[in-house]
């Protein structure tokens, strides 16, 4: 059974940081790019970053470019988000994801806001 298990969000003040976890298991994860998506009431749902299953390649949307570093660590089945210069605009629900050939799969989210 594929389970995906984010932690690390909280409330935070701007320029603050926080790091965030996606605790994989079910699946080989060393063989599927990772990703972060978070969703705001607003906006909706927004891709934030990829990472390659071998982890030296990384993709960021331009508004967290500089901030955000994606990570892997196969041998913990586990990403990473480490989020700095947080904003408020940073607001959001965050989930891990991937997709599989058959579908795709989600996190339950972890919440983070940016607020003073």
């Known amino acids: 059974q594929v389970q995906l298990v984010e932690s690390g969000g909280g409330l935070v003040q701007p320029g603050n940081s926080l790091r965030l976890s996606c605790a994989t298991s079910?699946?080989?994860?060393?063989?599927?790019?990772m990703s972060w998506v978070r969703q705001t009431p607003g906006k909706g749902l927004e891709w934030v970053s990829t990472?390659?299953?071998?982890?030296?390649?990384?993709l960021y949307i331009d508004s967290v470019k500089g901030r955000f570093t994606i990570s892997r660590d196969n041998a913990k089945d586990t990403v990473y988000l480490q989020m700095n210069s947080l904003k408020p605009e940073d607001t959001a629900v965050y989930y891990c994801?991937?997709?599989?050939?058959?579908?795709?799969?989600w996190g339950q989210g972890t919440q983070v806001t940016v607020s003073s």
């Open positions: 990472i390659y299953s071998d982890g030296r390649t990384t």
């Open positions: 079910g699946f080989t994860f060393s063989n599927y790019y």
């Open positions: 994801y991937y997709a599989s050939a058959n579908r795709d799969y």
